[in-house]
Structures are given as C-alpha cells and as structure tokens.
C-alpha cells in the first residue's frame, strides 16, 4: 500500500521544506490524518511530519534553506515551518515517560515504533515516506482503515488513563470512520467515562462540536448516551432528544442549508434558553456561540417567518425551523439579507412634529406596520405607512 504523493509536496514550498528535513531518507515522514484520509481518498489540509531530527536541528535546517521557524511546543518537540505559503507541524518521534490523564512528559527518541505505541487509534499511526507514499504501519492501522474500524493501539485502559479526551476522540473517529464501535473500545470507555471530569471544558466543548460536526452523528451519539458517557460532564444532553436530533439532521439534508454544530446541540437539549446557557458557560463558548445556542433552543412563535427573522435574526430562526424540522419553512431564508429601514426621524421631522420621544415613537410604530406589511420598498407603500404611524394611537 503506497499514499498518492500530495499535490503540495511539488510546489516550491513543499519541495524546499523536504529537502531541509531530509525527507529522502526517511528522516522526516507524513504522519496521522493526512495519511490516514490520503489512504481514504480524502482531501486533508493538514501537513503533519513526524522526524528523527530534534527540534533545534529542525529550526536550524529551516532557517537555513530560508525558512520561517516557529517554536510552537519545543516541550513536546513540535515546531511550526511555514513556506511560501504552506504551513506544516514538524514533531520529533517522541515516547512517554510519564502522563496524568491530561498532559505528558516526553522524551525524544528516534525510534519510529516507540513513536507510533504512544498514539490513540492504529489508523492515527501511519507514516508515509514522501514523495515515495511507502507506508510504515506498526500495528495493523491499514488493515482497520480498510475495515472501517477505530482501534486502540494496545490496551484501550491504558491509552485512556494517558490522555482522558481519547474517550470523546474514539466516539469522534469512530463517527467519522467505523462501520461499527469497536467493543473493547467502547467498554473502556464506558469505564472510565468519569475521568472526563479531569479535563477543561474547553476540551470537551472541542470535541463535542467535532462529533456534532461530521454528517450524521446520531447513531454514535445513541450509544454515548446508552452508556452514560456524557453523564458526568453535560447530564442535560439526554436520549430523549435523540428523535429531536434526528429531525434536525433530516430538515438540514432537505433544506439544504449547512449543518451548524450549534444548532444539532441546541436540538439535544431542553427548550430552556437559561439551561442553554449554563450549558454553554460550562463548556467556555465564545459569546457568539453561546447567544445562538441560547436563541435555537427556543421555540418558533406565530408570526411570519421573515418578521421573526427581522427580529431576532435569520440564523436564529434558520436554527429553530430546522431543530422544528420545518425545512421548507426554512429555505425562503437562505441568503435573505435583513432590509433597511426605509424611513428615519428626519422624515418624521419633516412633517412638523417636533423633536424627542415622539419621533421614536413614530418610528417603532412605522417599523411595526412595515415589518407587519412584508417590507414594502415602494415609495407610495411607505408614505401610506408613515401616515399611519404618524396617527396617534
């Protein structure tokens, strides 16, 4: 099994960068994802090389073959090469020797089996030679690859009480990957679910959205919440939301409007924008995130789609006709950009009324009419509304 050379490997960038790394030899591999989806025949933006170079001799090889050299984890050997426009992560084979659950210690080594023992799944610890493509794989992650299946390397226990997020990251591949759960894998996983606790939420709200993210995630989500893996860490997501869910996915394919992570979680959760944002708060959302979850998890009111819309934004009842699974409710929506306001307190001005509260009053009753009226542009519409507005009520 050989990986088809990727394209970037032939651009300047990528040439230079070999060359500097010595990747003829060997000494410097393509590793992880870009393997693992080359192997699939899918598109990866990542550049991930794996070397037997240290890492001051990868800044000095780069910084001599006049590229840029970041040191972004020189504690765990990683250093960031950028050029002509390519970015790569350039990591020394490592092994560990000694973890916690949340962070390692590491030593470098030039051993390439050492270096794939301390990775998550067998399909994560393939190397390719570039631009040859020939495969190094320790542990049987073509074959899994080709199976369809996400593997642990070596006891599932022990790999989990290195790093608890391997917990979320197995349901993650195993979404994107697998046919099927790896049972091993899932019962060390339903073990050890309270070990999520240990983590920050930062990094569980990263993994979440990555599982919500892949293009059906229901069944994997199913058996999460069948073995209680989510319970410790975000109890409000609960199997009673599952046929929610399941609408969700079914209103966005029949829309076709992009999937949103934020809006497959607020269909899991409860119609309670307070519980959605103690949820969001807990897992550190940005405040974007947190305001659109807060909004999806209501329900839909009576009025017009588009007022609603006027109102709180399109996303927002983009979000709550898709978790309602009303797709073709939902589709008037894409691109609708919201109108302008054709009127200002000028115009008010204009017709003799004199300046301050009534002004704003006009306006919101003008604003109400016209939204209410479907944002009439016409010049005649929109003095007839005035004139409405303009009516003491």
Not at 29 to 58: F, H, I, N, Y
Not at 214 to 231: E, F, S
Not at 234 to 257: F, M
Not at 327 to 349: I, K
């Amino acid at each position: 099994m050989r990986l088809a050379t990727p394209d970037w490997v032939a651009t300047p960038g990528g040439a230079a960068l070999l060359a500097a790394l010595d990747a003829g030899t060997g000494t410097t591999r393509l590793v992880g994802g870009a393997v693992r989806d080359g192997l699939l025949g899918r598109a990866s933006s990542d550049v991930d090389l794996a070397t037997q170079l240290r890492p001051e001799a990868v800044i000095a090889r780069l910084q001599a073959a006049g590229l840029k050299a970041v040191p972004t984890g020189l504690a765990h050997g990683t250093v960031t090469a950028v050029a002509a426009g390519l970015v790569a992560e350039v990591t020394t084979l490592r092994r560990d020797v000694a973890t916690d659950g949340r962070h390692a210690e590491v030593a470098f080594t030039d051993d390439w089996q050492a270096d794939a023992s301390r990775r998550d799944f067998t399909i994560n610890a393939l190397y390719a030679t570039l631009p040859g493509g020939e495969i190094s794989d320790f542990f049987g992650g073509a074959a899994d690859l080709a199976a369809r299946r996400v593997r642990f390397i070596g006891d599932p226990l022990q790999r989990i009480a290195e790093d608890h997020l391997r917990i979320l990251r197995f349901f993650r591949f195993s979404a994107r990957y697998a046919e099927a759960l790896d049972g091993d894998g899932l019962a060390a996983c339903t073990v050890r679910a309270n070990d999520l606790m240990a983590l920050s939420r930062e990094r569980i709200a990263l993994e979440l959205r990555g599982l919500l993210a892949v293009a059906d995630p229901l069944p994997v989500l199913a058996v999460m919440l069948a073995h209680g893996i989510w319970r410790p860490v975000l109890p409000e997501i609960a199997a009673d939301r599952l046929p929610v869910l399941a609408r969700t996915l079914a209103a966005e394919a029949a829309s076709g409007l992009a999937p949103a992570w934020q809006r497959r979680l607020a269909a899991l959760l409860p119609a309670d924008a307070k519980l959605a944002e103690t949820v969001a708060a807990r897992l550190r959302l940005s405040n974007a995130d947190r305001a659109r979850l807060a909004l999806a998890v209501q329900p839909l009111s009576d009025a017009p789609v588009h007022s609603q819309a006027w109102a709180l934004g399109t996303e927002a009842v983009v979000d709550r006709l898709l978790v309602a699974g009303e797709a073709e409710a939902a589709m008037p929506l894409a691109g609708w950009q919201r109108p302008r306001l054709p009127v200002a307190g000028r115009d008010v001005l204009a017709r003799g009324f004199a300046a301050g509260p009534p002004i704003a009053r006009i306006l919101g009753r003008f604003e109400r009419l016209w939204v209410a009226a479907g944002f009439p542009d016409d010049p005649a519409a929109v003095t007839r509304l005035l004139d409405q507005a303009a009516v003491p009520e």
